[in-house]
């Protein structure tokens, strides 16, 4: 039997999709080809590159507005510093929230090609909740920040008024839940924790806030080279690309992002309900920060740890440890996590030790 996959990042992908991209591995579109030894030029392979993107505009309702989807390489780690390049001018400042690890390396590479003013930290409470009242300036070119900080639990609910353009890494949480998606001007994340494997990274862009900064970019690194390329500048990642599309096709299926974020919810219900109720758990998150993705606790009495690790496993679950900067326990539950796995996993917790 399939193990429950709490893992978070790669992580759990629908059933389904998994088989039809084995199918593809063997015979791509009845072509008698396999999927990842055809021409990224075919007709084929054209044909998902703009499925995919399509699928992006539709499920994120930014259709007919003006935004761009890439689809490249090199994870949300690259777009640390491609955002940067692309978006804060010669001179600029563009202001950051620091609230977790993927945050302080966003904040590493910005400062490479600018002035950085780091508007608040949740650093002193180990990222344990989203700072609220802080303020960016007018004249910051962007404000940058992690709408859902994968390894502490804790994700953004309102996002902040300002002048500049907001930039967003959405790698653990896009297509999670419905957000006016338009007040974003540059949205990227990472494939591997809700859309496919690793190996491509979303940027969905309004183009009209390129080409602005006064730089010089190198080809791979430019956002317009991409967008006139079609993000076929060079080689895409096929593979990446077609389990991308199989995932989005399977949430349009579904419902679209409406229909996953009430599925999200009650999962996360479920699960936040016994970490409260169950003395032998505490979670980690401040409550009104909790992520709906990642579900961060830990044990009331750390000697239990072994006997729990047992009990877990022996129900068949997957990738239940915490994040070493943080410790214990975190539940990935994305997309494509059922509540029966979820519901697995607290009767754990309520046969444990009793
Ligand atoms: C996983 C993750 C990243 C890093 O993604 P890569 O694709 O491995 O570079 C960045 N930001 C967030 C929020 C993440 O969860």
Redesign the pocket.
């Known amino acids: 039997m399939k193990k429950h996959n709490f893992s978070a990042?790669p992580c759990i992908l629908p059933q389904e999709v998994l088989k039809k991209a084995s199918d593809a591995i063997l015979n791509f579109n009845n072509e008698n080809l396999s999927l990842i030894e055809v021409s990224h030029r075919s007709k084929g392979i054209v044909a998902v590159m703009e499925k995919a993107r399509s699928l992006v505009l539709e499920l994120l309702q930014l259709e007919n507005k003006g935004y761009a989807v890439l689809f490249l390489q090199g994870?949300?780690?690259?777009e640390f510093l491609m955002t940067p390049y692309n978006l804060l001018r010669t001179n600029g400042k563009a202001a950051y929230l620091d609230t977790g690890a993927?945050s302080t390396k966003a904040i590493k590479e910005a400062k490479l090609f600018g002035e950085i003013d780091v508007v608040a930290s949740s650093k002193d409470k180990n990222y344990s909740y989203i700072p609220k009242d802080y303020v960016i300036a007018d004249d910051m070119d962007y404000f940058h920040c992690?709408s859902?900080?994968?390894i502490f639990g804790t994700q953004m609910k309102t996002f902040p008024k300002r002048k500049g353009l907001l930039v967003c890494?959405m790698?653990?949480d896009i297509f999670s839940r419905q957000l006016d998606f338009s007040q974003f001007d540059l949205i990227y994340a990472?494939a591997?924790?809700n859309m496919g494997p690793?190996g491509t990274?979303l940027v969905v862009v309004k183009e009209e806030i390129l080409g602005k900064t006064g730089r010089g970019i190198p080809s791979m690194l430019d956002y317009q080279v991409h967008v006139s390329k079609d993000s076929m500048f060079n080689t895409p990642p096929v593979f990446a690309l077609y389990v991308s599309m199989l995932t989005l096709q399977w949430l349009k299926d579904l419902g679209g992002i409406a229909t996953i974020e009430k599925m999200n919810n009650a999962k996360a219900e479920l699960l936040y309900n016994e970490i409260d109720k169950n003395p032998l758990f505490e979670g980690v998150a401040a409550r009104e920060d909790r992520s709906v993705m990642n579900v961060t606790f830990t044990l009331t009495d750390e000697s239990l740890k072994e006997s729990f690790d047992s009990a877990w496993q022996a129900a068949g679950i997957n990738g239940l440890g915490g994040h070493r900067s943080v410790g214990g326990y975190r539940a990935s539950i994305y997309n494509a996590m059922p509540l029966e796995s979820v519901q697995v996993l607290v009767d754990v917790m309520q046969n444990f030790n009793n």
């Open positions: 990042g994870g949300a780690s690259l993927w992690t859902n900080n994968t890494d790698s653990s990472g591997q924790k690793a990274t």
